[in-house]
């Protein structure tokens, strides 16, 4: 069982970072592929970035792809986003996300991002 805590949302203006991070418990925390998804008002849940277990590889969705980076800190047990030149349309709801191969297994409850114009 792994339990995602997620943080470091919150209001920033377009152009603005925030780094949002996500503690996990469980043993097999450093096995797992972990990534982040977000959900817009009124949309589905998409895919964000994922990393592997090691770091090694990481993916990202092309609306993100030069202005997010994902990574993570094995011995903490915690991944990390951070988001850089912010636009109104990364405004969502933002969920850590676990699995042995692909990071949909485990889910943390969400953290809100608002990026004002």
């Known amino acids: 069982q792994v339990q995602l805590v997620e943080s470091g949302g919150g209001l920033v203006q377009a152009g603005g970072s925030l780094r949002l991070s996500c503690a996990a418990s469980g043993r097999t925390f450093n096995t797992y592929t972990m990534g982040w998804f977000r959900q817009a008002p009124g949309k589905d849940r998409e895919f964000v970035s994922r990393i592997n277990w090691n770091g090694g590889r990481t993916y990202y969705a092309d609306s993100v792809k030069g202005r997010f980076t994902i990574s993570r800190d094995n011995a903490k047990n915690t991944v990390y986003l951070q988001m850089n030149s912010l636009k109104p349309e990364d405004t969502a709801v933002y969920y850590c996300?676990?699995?042995?191969?692909?990071?949909?297994?485990?889910w943390g409850q969400g953290t809100q991002v608002t990026v004002s114009n």
């Open positions: 996300a676990a699995g042995p191969t692909y990071p949909d297994a485990y």
